[in-house]
């Protein structure tokens, strides 16, 4: 989806046009913090290549030593988002506090992301519509694929933990648990951006006492 990083030249500059393998390793991720705050304000479709060269201070043409397009652009973005989450539930499953804790947590942790995100939104329902019927559209999906496979298996393999560990009804679908959880929370990512005055932290606070209950009450 997203260019490799060119290999550094063995031959060096000299003077001030000389460019550090530091240089290069800070575009990358400058190109891509550029990318998703133009995306947020203008919209994908609208976005030009350029602008995202101008907020992130590099030359428009050395986007394309690191990204063969803007849609390697927001692949890019999106796999910046996905690793940043996926490091932050890690921490919270790996934390050393009790599984209700945990739970709590993640669910607070999903909250925070829906905040954080909300501008994001839009981009990437503007997104999907441009890459209806596009060559890019298979490789889109597949990365979404990804995303939610990735959610759902940190889910149900901290619940399967619990389950593991007595803590968790034995009786309870871990997989089908975990794709409500992350469903629940997606969903109520899209409904934060088109109604600001829903509160997601209390929503997900409501939703893990909930969602507690159901683990661990005996079922009839």
């Not at 063995?10 to 990318?35: I, N, Q, Y």
């Not at 479709?45 to 995202?52: K, M, S």
């Not at 849609?71 to 973005?77: D, G, P, Y």
């Not at 839009?122 to 990804?146: H, I, K, M, N, T």
Request: hydrophobic residues 40%; contains cysteine.
């Amino acid at each position: 989806m997203v260019c490799d990083r060119p290999t550094d030249r063995s031959v060096r500059l000299k003077g001030p046009m000389a460019t550090t393998a530091t240089d290069r390793g800070e575009k990358r991720p400058r190109l891509v913090k550029a990318a998703a705050s133009i995306f947020a304000e203008k919209g994908y479709a609208t976005t030009r290549v350029a602008d995202i060269a101008e907020r992130a201070g590099i030359g428009k043409g050395t986007i394309y030593e690191y990204f063969s397009s803007k849609e390697a652009l927001l692949f890019a973005v999106f796999e910046s988002i996905n690793e940043d989450i996926t490091s932050r539930m890690n921490a919270v499953l790996d934390d050393d506090e009790p599984t209700q804790e945990q739970l709590f947590n993640l669910l607070r942790l999903g909250a925070e992301v829906i905040t954080e995100q909300r501008e994001l939104q839009p981009v990437v329902l503007d997104f999907w519509a441009a890459s209806r019927g596009s060559g890019f559209e298979q490789s889109y999906r597949e990365a979404v694929v990804a995303s939610y496979t990735q959610y759902r298996k940190l889910v149900a393999e901290f619940i399967r933990s619990g389950q593991h560990d007595k803590k968790f009804r034995v009786d309870v679908d871990a997989d089908a648990l975990a794709a409500t959880v992350v469903a629940t929370v997606d969903g109520l990512g899209v409904q934060f951006y088109f109604d600001s005055s829903i509160d997601p932290r209390r929503i997900t606070e409501e939703f893990a006492h909930l969602l507690y209950e159901s683990l661990t009450t005996e079922s009839s």
